[in-house]
């Protein structure tokens, strides 16, 4: 069946170091592929999504490239903020449904 | 647009009590999912809607659990006979029914505490 693996946190950082969280998913087929992010007291967000191989999702400047050939969907950051602390869900489609399959989870802490 | 909310927020109640989670997507949505999500882990998938149709349920979902949709918009979760196990935050999505790649809406979840 599909799942997906992400990095174990919490990952803490200084602001403006550089982030990578790891994501590697299974599927039959090629899913499309979300990150989402949940901030301390509230609901999950879209961060950004992908929807077909070598497609690149962005926002806020977060990025993420759907790798077909390693299976990998892998959250990277050039410089983060205090206020990128949350925790990031890395979630692909399953095959043949419309759920999304969530890991277990990225805490990320930044420290001023 | 309002965006998915639910209610209640909290709901506290003691093991063997029957509880109702009421979920208004988005007004143009027509999928509605729930989702179970417990301290440090990811949502786990429950059941999801097409209009008033419920087109999947997860194993998750047991005898006890049962969800509604009946006019195809908000949708009700009834959780009868509550155990202690069934302590988590509850979280409904929606989404508009073009194509597999449409993005899940989360409302802020209700978080549920069984006594």
């Known amino acids: 069946g599909n799942s997906v693996t992400q990095m174990e946190g919490p990952v803490t950082l200084s602001e403006e170091a550089f982030l990578t969280i790891n994501c590697t998913y299974t599927a039959t087929g090629y899913p499309s592929l979300f990150w989402y992010v949940q901030y301390p007291g509230e609901g999950l967000q879209l961060l950004l999504k992908a929807t077909k191989a070598d497609d690149k999702g962005s926002n806020k400047g977060f990025e993420a490239t759907y790798r077909k050939e390693t299976t990998s969907f892998h959250l990277e950051k050039g410089s983060v903020q205090v206020s990128d602390s949350a925790v990031y869900f890395c979630a692909p489609l399953a095959d043949s449904s419309y759920k999304l399959i969530f890991g277990s989870g990225t805490r990320l802490l930044v420290r001023p | 647009d309002t965006g998915v909310s639910q209610d209640p927020r909290h709901k506290i109640t003691k093991r063997g009590q029957n509880v109702t989670f009421r979920c208004d997507p988005i007004?143009?949505?027509?999928?509605l999912y729930w989702y179970r999500q417990t301290l440090g882990q990811g949502p786990e998938f429950l059941t999801y809607?097409?209009?008033?149709?419920?087109?999947?349920k997860s194993r998750l979902l047991s005898d006890r659990f049962s969800a509604e949709r009946p006019k195809g918009s908000f949708s009700t979760l009834e959780i009868q006979r509550t155990e202690q196990g069934d302590s988590a935050m509850y979280l409904c999505?929606?989404?508009?029914?073009?194509?597999?790649?449409?993005?899940?809406?989360f409302g802020p979840g209700t978080r549920l505490t069984v006594l």
């Open positions: 809607f097409q209009n008033e149709a419920q087109l999947e």
């Open positions: 007004s143009e949505h027509n999928r």
């Open positions: 999505a929606s989404s508009s029914s073009g194509t597999r790649t449409d993005t899940q809406y």
